[in-house]
């Protein structure tokens, strides 16, 4: 029982103990959500399947010790024309159901990424990811909880995109953003412009929504903390 009426709560983290660790972010994700199971809440985590991780053991291993399982389906969204597809793997434990994505070049490790663009590339993954596994597995949260910078996209997603705004998965849900980490090298702090590119262009998002992305005092630059 639900002690709480949180409902149904939906946590979006690329970090969670023991499945892929960087700091104090695969802690709480640990914790807190097994913790808010135990009084009755109806918790999932959302996030990727680490394919290969200085920060992890191997993909395969971690497969095998936690019997994380295929889902048998695949999502899929698209970047500027382009579709991406990922796998989707399940595991239940501690009361969680934690939902892992899976991709040869978005999920192949924590964090990093030499350009922009690819930073970027995989933060659009896991936030387009996450919203394509809600709808595909029937959720309705509640609660919506992104975790830092890299989950932050998923609030302009379903807030401005109408097939995701309109959508009935979402629409009792409250969107919360979790800073664990507010220093300015963990804000996502990027040019709008690389190679002469316009990187707005990533996100799928109408020109007139790119106040989401401003960085809040200097709006020549995006601020992803800020969306």
Not at 27 to 38: C, F, I, Q, T
Not at 150 to 157: E, G, M, N, R, Y
Request: proline fraction near 5%; include cysteine.
């Amino acid at each position: 029982r639900d002690i709480f009426g949180a409902g149904e709560t939906v946590f979006i983290t690329t970090e969670m103990e023991p499945f892929a660790r960087k700091g104090g972010l695969a802690d709480v994700m640990n914790e807190l959500p097994s913790a808010l199971a135990r009084l009755g809440v109806n918790v999932t985590v959302i996030m990727p399947l680490y394919s290969s991780d200085p920060y992890l053991r191997d993909q395969k291993d971690m497969v095998e010790k936690y019997g994380i399982e295929y889902t048998g389906r695949n999502i899929r969204y698209f970047v500027k024309g382009r579709m991406v597809e990922a796998g989707v793997h399940r595991l239940k434990q501690d009361g969680v159901t934690v939902y892992f994505l899976t991709h040869p070049e978005y999920a192949n490790y924590l964090y990093g990424g030499v350009t922009t663009k690819e930073k970027l590339l995989k933060d659009i993954f896991l936030c387009r990811g996450a919203i394509e596994v809600m709808r595909a597995f029937n959720m309705h949260p509640t609660n919506i909880i992104l975790n830092d910078s890299h989950a932050a996209l998923v609030a302009p997603f379903i807030k401005t995109e109408p097939f995701y705004r309109d959508s009935p998965n979402f629409s009792n849900a409250k969107i919360n953003y979790a800073i664990h980490n507010l220093g300015f090298s963990y804000q996502e702090v990027y040019e709008f412009w690389e190679n002469g590119e316009d990187l707005f262009g990533l996100f799928n998002l109408n020109p007139e929504h790119i106040y989401w992305l401003r960085h809040p005092w200097d709006e020549s630059r995006m601020n992803l903390t800020a969306a």
